[in-house]
């Protein structure tokens, strides 16, 4: 099973600003797509951003378009997201996976997440 860390998540205040990490095995992470999700607490794990494996195109959530940037760099093995102008409904557990990128379908395990809360 492909396995990922996550980190780099915090406090911050409605409006602020946040950027997470991913970091995955050198074995795979350059030869798929890769997704971000998040869980809040009592809902369903959701898709938030997914991005192709050489960062050329990239899928967002209606709830975080124009406000968070996916973005990769296989050189390292990470992946990264950007969060900006960030909301109290932003605040879960992120998480990243590997993912085919027609279907969605996950294909690795679940790390830890990183929590991220927005509030004042």
């Known amino acids: 099973q492909v396995e990922f860390v996550e980190f780099g998540g915090g406090l911050v205040q409605p409006g602020g600003s946040l950027r997470i990490s991913c970091a995955g095995s050198?074995?795979?992470?350059?030869?798929?797509?890769m997704a971000w999700y998040r869980q809040a607490p009592g809902k369903e794990r959701e898709l938030v951003a997914r991005i192709k494996i050489f960062g050329d195109t990239t899928d967002y959530a209606d709830a975080v378009k124009g406000r968070f940037a996916i973005s990769r760099d296989n050189t390292k093995n990470m992946m990264y997201l950007q969060m900006n102008n960030l909301k109290p409904e932003d605040t879960a557990t992120y998480y990243c996976?590997?993912?085919?990128?027609?279907?969605?379908?996950?294909?690795?395990?679940w790390g830890q997440g990183t929590q991220v809360t927005v509030s004042s």
């Open positions: 050198e074995s795979i992470f350059a030869r798929t797509a």
């Open positions: 996976n590997a993912i085919y990128w027609a279907t969605r379908t996950i294909r690795g395990s």
